[in-house]
């Protein structure tokens, strides 16, 4: 059984820093890309930023220069650094994960139940 866990959520004021983290955990043989993905009340989710295994970063342009990513592979943990915020940034903030639960398995997309930034101007 695959868990993620997102924590590092919260209110923070315009022009702020949080940093979210989710840790992945179980039967575990291999985890490709992670990545974190948003959706704000009446919108659809959405891609923000993710990581592959080997360390090559995607990001939306909405977030560019602002945001960074990165993983701990050591530990399945992958990172996101959220400076300069803007109260177009509150969304509830999902990680996710494309995971092999073993060699013979296909990966699979694995998700967390979310946390909420919210951003006051």
């Known amino acids: 059984q695959v868990q993620l866990v997102e924590s590092g959520g919260g209110l923070v004021q315009a022009g702020g820093s949080l940093r979210l983290d989710c840790a992945a955990s179980?039967?575990?043989?291999?985890?490709?890309?992670m990545g974190w993905y948003r959706q704000a009340p009446g919108k659809q989710r959405e891609l923000v930023a993710s990581?592959?295994?080997?360390?090559?970063?995607n990001f939306a342009d909405s977030v560019k220069g602002r945001f960074t990513i990165s993983r701990d592979n050591a530990k399945s943990t992958v990172y996101l650094q959220m400076n300069s915020l803007k109260p177009e940034d509150t969304a509830v903030y999902y990680c996710?994960?494309?995971?092999?639960?073993?060699?013979?398995?296909?990966?699979?997309?694995?998700w967390g139940k979310g946390t909420l930034v919210t951003v006051s101007s």
């Open positions: 996710n994960a494309n995971i092999r639960v073993a060699l013979a398995m296909p990966a699979v997309d694995y």
């Open positions: 179980g039967s575990i043989f291999r985890i490709n890309t």
């Open positions: 990581i592959t295994s080997g360390g090559s970063t």
